[in-house]
């Protein structure tokens, strides 16, 4: 898969990531994007197993997975990091620092990926893959 084969933003929507702030990261990511004329889709989807990192980004379908990691109950975004994730959206480097807890869980990821693609899981907002 070619390094900006990008066709979706995608934030998880489950409980451990909304107290980290998932939905503020949605709103922010849907936001910025639009802002700077980037015409690609943020969906949800429920959840990565990566709980404790959160709130968790993945790059659809390309496959890296941001763990933005916020205490709980800190729902404001961390700006710094979602504009590191839009600027790796945009054609920029991917920011590394942010995807090394989830490094591990590469097989679990692109698991993922498959789900999503073959419409099995909780997604939402993550149209039909091109192929
Ligand atoms: S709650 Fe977000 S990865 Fe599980």
Known sequence: ??????EAVVVCKNVDCVVRGSNETTQYL?????ELGINIPVGRYDCFSLCDFGPN????PEGTMYCLEQ???????????????V??????EKAEELTKKAK??????DLVI???????????GIPPRKK
Request: glycine share 8%; no cysteine; proline share 6%.
């Open 1 to 6: 898969m070619s390094e900006h084969e990008i």
């Open 30 to 34: 849907k936001d910025k994007l639009a």
């Open 57 to 60: 980004v993945l790059v659809y």
């Open 71 to 85: 205490p709980e109950k800190t729902t404001t975004p961390a700006i710094e990091k979602l504009d590191a994730v």
């Open 87 to 92: 600027n790796h959206v945009r054609g920029g």
């Open 104 to 109: 591990p869980f590469q097989a679990a990821v």
């Open 114 to 124: 498959e789900l999503i693609d073959s419409g099995l899981g909780s997604s939402e």
